[in-house]
């Protein structure tokens, strides 16, 4: 069955750095691209980035551009998120994602707290 395990996260004080692993099994990860979404307190859960199977395009939200890279190992069926110049507003639980033959799979989540 499909697992994803998010690990990395912690408290961070802000303009601090972070990053986030997903470690996925049983599917062909080569062949799916992969998300991050985060949930804030109060909030629904909103798209962070994406990246294809080959790992050759990402995507980010604007909130993250330029400060976020999503990344991926194919060998280690591994995302990854490196965040930097962290704010508070990125305090949030962070998900990876996929979707597979119209069936979106979550893992249990990584909480990110950034507070001074």
């Known amino acids: 069955q499909v697992q994803l395990v998010e690990s990395g996260g912690g408290s961070v004080q802000p303009g601090g750095s972070l990053r986030l692993s997903c470690a996925a099994s049983?599917?062909?990860?080569?062949?799916?691209?992969m998300s991050w979404f985060r949930q804030a307190p109060g909030r629904e859960r909103e798209y962070v980035a994406r990246i294809t199977p080959s790992g050759d395009i990402t995507t980010y939200a604007d909130s993250v551009k330029g400060r976020f890279t999503i990344a991926r190992d194919n060998v280690k069926s591994t995302i990854y998120l490196q965040m930097n110049s962290l704010k508070p507003e990125d305090t949030a639980v962070y998900y990876c994602?996929?979707?597979?033959?119209?069936?979106?799979?979550w893992g249990q989540g990584t909480q990110v707290t950034v507070s001074s």
């Open positions: 049983g599917f062909t990860f080569r062949s799916y691209a």
């Open positions: 994602n996929v979707l597979i033959w119209g069936n979106y799979y």
